[in-house]
């Protein structure tokens, strides 16, 4: 395969992730589902988006096993076909009274496990995939293949908000299920692994043990066995804590904050979104990129530092330009987060078995996935705003600042005694 096909291969990619990247939008659902017909409660609608995106690890240590045995084509198919029909059928969501909230549990089956399997079959698959093809510039693959994935709230949220408004949340899961199902599995058939022993014409290998070469290709086995695994699998888990909480409380943080009753501003919340989503997106193409010129943990310690300065003006934001300017901050970093890691499990681990061992540090997101919103719905719910799950947050981010330095700093006397 000649090798500028691979650009064309990490732009079906992008595509096949701004489908699933959809999943980002739900804080404008919540909304919707906390309101009249349906009553459900914060916490409710909270643990739908737990579902789905905390079963996109598992998903995904399941897609690097699929790929060997039915390839990377078929995996992202299945992919999309899960994550379009678990969409559509939350569609049977019953309605409910005031009295008598309606009952989750479709909505939990449906858009929280299927959507969830969904995403990590098709998100495990391209981005595992994009940073194999492009070992020259791995940083920014994973930036780009995962910038698909932020990027599905840009796109959808401001279509979502205006339709569920028009339509209602259950029709509206219906009509764009299909068409998210139907766009996944067409990107599918363009996108192919690279042969093996795949380099880039003109690029030589960094040596074995250097900032650019993994000292080995470990399995999922020996990766475990490693005390850097759980190292990174920890500052991992406390980056993705704070941006999935913020993700999915962007629209009553933003309505709270600006002292509406949350579903009352429904296209202001949607417009808070919209913002977050296009920082998420553009963090994972700049932050990518950064680290690929000044490094993977310099880069880690300013972002960890950008978000606590965001969390900060949350904090205290009673104003629609402030609010922006704290959710922009959240968000360039967690998207940049999700950028820089592929590559750093790639370098740390090697690429022969990247799909399933990025599958396995990628808990991290599962594990934040059910952490951080719970920790923002609760707290909102028992104090009526999320001033202490942002200072929560914070003491988190502070904590991983310290720990980024200390590996840092450990890694380099390890390499300077080897050389």
Known sequence: MKTQNRWFII???????????????????????????????????????NLSLGLVPLAMIVAGKLHGKIGIKTTILIGGLFFGAGFALANFMPVGTPDTPANPLILFLTYGAMGGIGIGLVYGSTVANSVSWFPDRRGLA???????????????????????????????FLIFGIILGVVAVICSFFIDRP????????????????????????????????????????????????????????SPITQIALGYDV?????????????????????????????????????????YAVTIGGLIVLSVATTFPLVILGLIAVGLCFGGFLGVYPSICAESFGTKN????????????????FVGPQIAANI????????????????????AIFITIFYWISMKKKKHISA
């Open 142 to 172: 994973g930036g780009i293949a995962a910038g698909g994935f932020g990027s599905g709230a840009v796109l959808f949220a401001p279509i979502f908000g205006p339709v569920i408004d028009s339509i209602g949340p259950q029709q509206t």
């Open 380 to 399: 909102r719910v028992a104090t009526g705003v999320y001033t202490n799950a942002f200072i929560i947050t914070i003491a988190m981010s502070a904590v």
């Open 263 to 303: 579903g009352s501003a429904a296209a202001i919340g949607a417009t808070a979104v919209l913002f977050l989503g296009l920082a998420n997106t553009g963090g994972r193409f700049f932050w990518g990129a950064v680290s690929d010129k000044i490094g993977r943990y310099p880069t880690l310690i300013v972002m």
């Open 354 to 369: 990247l799909g399933m061992n990025y599958g396995v540090l990628f808990i991290a997101f599962g594990v934040a996935a």
């Open 195 to 250: 042969p093996a022993g795949y380099q880039p014409e003109g690029w030589n290998p960094p040596a074995a043990g250097t900032a650019g070469g993994a000292s080995s290709d470990l399995d999922v086995i020996g990766m475990l066995k490693t005390p850097r695994f759980w190292i990174l699998w920890l500052m991992y888990t406390l980056a993705c804590i704070t941006g999935l909480m913020i993700i999915s409380q962007a």
């Open 11 to 49: 732009f079906a990619s992008f595509i096949a992730n701004i489908i699933i990247g959809s999943a980002y939008a739900w804080s404008v659902f919540a909304s919707a589902l906390q309101a009249s017909p349906f009553y459900l409660t914060a916490p409710q609608t909270t643990l739908a988006f």
